[in-house]
């Protein structure tokens, strides 16, 4: 921590720059290669038309977005209205400035850390940003003053307060083990061992919770364009459209950062390239770690082009009824082998991979069902009551009553003759 606050005032605005350059730029990729992967997973192709093999069509929907006129619908809380998207991106992008792309580097003659600042808490202060950026969500289908945009951004306060407990749980065991809650100190905390080969049911719990505060399938019920036309931006238009669409991939950038910096060593070089003496030095940290944020991104794009959108009934009882109580009781057996560790227990890290992987396969065996629609039709209607099937002796479909019974004759020596 001591090597913070002490850069020049214009290379702390340089380093601001570049993260804000970076979150951009990769906004406008994965829009792109979202677009392709999914083309590609679905047998058909993805953009092609704008730019060479379409690769500007990010660029070109962005700059049809800034051009298209702003249309704020009669009758919006307009004060409110206007403020909701700026509320949902500006934490978006500050989240960011606590995340380590690298270690300490020279920059003309200056020492600095590539990191734009740290605190003591400084995930804590992470979850709290993203927890401020759903207020612009709620806000915006308050004040669009439609049914619509209202029941998703409800949608969207259920859905952030259940999958915010559970993604705090997960966290909870790496400040065990690592003893700060610093993102800097955690990166240096597993410059041996990442934590997700130590903490595995944590990382599977923050994978899934991860996905559910980002509103990305097969979670994003607040936006269900089945159900809510759009969700909670449905009255939305032009640049303010925009500014969501911006914060939504923002904050998918920003939970994969901290993934990569929590449970796989943060910019530490993977193996075996860590085995290269200067692989944990300079620039070439940058690259691993730009490596394995985008590994995360890719993750979400596969959800998206394999998982069918889960019922709201589903999603919630997920939430409280599977990563929660898995997560406590992962969080008790954690801090008993902490302890024990602390007490000079010698086999304490092979205790904790063995009870690791054990929790960890009775968390999969338990997501499988929800997440791959493994209920059965039976199941569903005796969950919900539905009456009983009818007979097979009656039609399938009702018919009108005939006319008379002259006309049922005739019809039927119609038939056998």
Do not use: C
């Not at 403020?83 to 400035?97: D, G, K």
């Not at 990442?194 to 595995?200: K, Y």
């Not at 991860?210 to 399938?217: F, P, Q, Y």
């Not at 998206?304 to 969080?331: C, E, H, N």
């Amino acid at each position: 921590m001591t090597g913070f606050g002490h850069d020049t005032w214009w290379l702390i605005l340089a380093k601001a720059i570049a993260v804000f350059v970076f979150l951009v730029l990769t906004v406008l990729a994965a829009i792109l290669l979202e677009r392709k992967l999914l083309g590609r997973m679905q047998m058909r192709y993805g953009p092609n038309r704008v730019g060479p093999w379409g690769y500007l069509q990010s660029l070109a929907d962005g700059i049809k977005l800034a051009l298209k006129e702003a249309i704020v619908p009669a009758g919006v809380d307009r004060p409110v209205y206007l403020l909701a998207p700026i509320i949902s991106t500006i934490p978006a992008i500050t989240a960011f400035a606590f995340i380590p792309f690298g270690p300490q580097v020279s920059v003309f003659g200056h020492r600095t850390q590539l990191q734009l600042t740290d605190l003591p808490v400084a995930v804590l202060f992470i979850l709290a940003l993203s927890a401020i950026g759903v207020y612009g969500i709620v806000l915006a289908g308050w004040s669009s003053g439609s049914t619509y945009p209202l029941l998703g951004g409800v949608r969207s306060t259920a859905q952030v307060i259940s999958y915010e407990v559970a993604m705090g749980l997960a966290f909870a065991t790496v400040f065990l083990y690592a003893g700060t809650m610093s993102t800097s100190k955690i990166v240096a905390a597993q410059d041996r061992v990442w934590f997700v080969f130590l903490l595995l049911p944590s990382f599977l719990v923050y994978l899934v919770s991860m996905v559910g505060e980002t509103n990305r399938a097969p979670f994003d019920l607040p936006e269900a364009e089945g159900e809510l036309v759009a969700g909670f931006h449905t009255e939305y238009s032009s640049l303010t459209f925009a500014m969501f669409y911006l914060a939504e991939y923002i904050n998918m950038t920003t939970v994969s950062a901290l993934a990569a910096t929590l449970f796989f060593g943060g910019w530490h070089a993977p193996w075996p390239l860590n085995m290269w003496d200067g692989a944990n030095s300079g620039w070439w940290p940058v690259l691993w770690f730009t490596a394995k944020v985008w590994t995360f991104l890719f993750v979400y794009f596969w959800l998206r082009a394999t998982l069918p959108r889960l019922r709201y009934d589903q999603f919630m009882a997920l939430g409280w009824k599977v990563l929660i109580p898995v997560s406590l009781v992962w969080v008790l057996i954690a801090a008993i082998i902490r302890t024990l560790r602390n007490h000079g227990y010698p086999h304490w890290t092979a205790t904790l991979v063995i009870a690791s992987a054990v929790v960890a396969v009775a968390l999969l065996t338990l997501l499988r069902r929800p997440l791959f629609g493994l209920e059965t039709r039976e199941q569903d209607r005796a969950r919900i009551g539905a009456p009983p099937e009818k007979p097979v002796t009656e039609p399938a479909f009702p018919t009108p009553p005939l006319e008379s019974n002259a006309l049922v004759a005739a019809t039927q020596e119609d038939s056998n003759g």
